[in-house]
Structure formats: C-alpha cells, structure tokens
C-alpha cells in the first residue's frame, strides 16, 4: 500500500492509499478517483516530501490498530440504526416498497434480505444499502 497526496483542479488536497504506484496512476490517468469535497475528476498527485522513516523501524500502519477502529465505526453505525430505525426482519424488502409507494409511512427501517431481494429492490430504483452486521461484544 502506498499513500499518496493528491489535488484536485479547485486546489481540494487530500490523502488515498492505494494497491501501489501503478494503480494510482492508471486510476488517475481514467479519471476514477474524485475529489470527496467537491466531486471534481481533474485529480493529480500533489507535491509530496518523502517519508523517510529510522532504519529497521516498521512506519506502516498497525493493522490491529487499523481493525479496532473499523469494529467501533461498525459499532457506532449499529447502536444509531439501532436507536433511530424500527427493525422489520424478514419483511424489510415488502416494507421497503411500500414506503417508497407511498403505502407506508416514511421512516428509517432496517432487516433481513436475500440478495435476490436486494437486487430487485435496486433495479426498482428503491434506495438500500448493506451494512456488515457485527455481533455484539456485550454479551
């Protein structure tokens, strides 16, 4: 992995990691990456000065670090779907239609479905999203 400083046409800087240089330059080169602050394509690499680290001194990031912070991000997403959806289990996909008919009352709902349901409810143009359910740690 390599992290690179990058800009945009409007002067946005900001960091991206990427699988090596190569990536990043054949992704930059099609215009894949967008600046997150204003949605621009024109992204180069910035200036950058080299990170030279001690000699032998391991500078990557810890990746035990790195899976700790996800889990509480996970975590944190949880316990605010959670506090602010009502749950509808298996009947989220039949739920989820009938609020974007209009049948039902607009909310936030989360639930069970396949991916059969799933791809249905993207190809009717219904907004979901799946979200990795980790199992509570309180138990």
């Known amino acids: 992995m390599i992290l690179f400083q990058l800009s945009c046409s409007r002067n946005h800087s900001f960091d991206i990691w990427f699988k090596d240089g190569n990536s990043a330059d054949r992704q930059l080169s099609r215009r894949m990456v967008e600046c ?13 000065a080299p990170r030279i680290g001690s000699a032998g001194k391991d500078d990557s990031p810890n ?5 700790k912070a996800m889990r509480d991000q996970l975590a944190e997403m949880r ?4 506090e602010n959806c009502d749950y ?22 989360y639930g069970e479905a396949s991916d059969e ?10 907004e979901v999203a799946r979200v990795p359910w980790l199992p509570r740690d309180d138990a």
Not at 36 to 48: F, H, I, S, T, W
């Open 117 to 126: 349901q799933h791809r249905e409810l993207a190809e009717e143009g219904i």
């Open 36 to 48: 997150p602050e204003c949605g621009d394509r024109k992204v180069a690499k910035a200036l950058m």
């Open 88 to 109: 509808v289990g298996e009947r989220f996909a039949d739920e989820a239609r009938k609020i974007h008919y209009g049948e039902a009352q607009a909310r936030g709902i």
């Open 63 to 67: 990746m035990a670090v790195m899976a």
């Open 79 to 82: 316990r605010k779907v959670e």
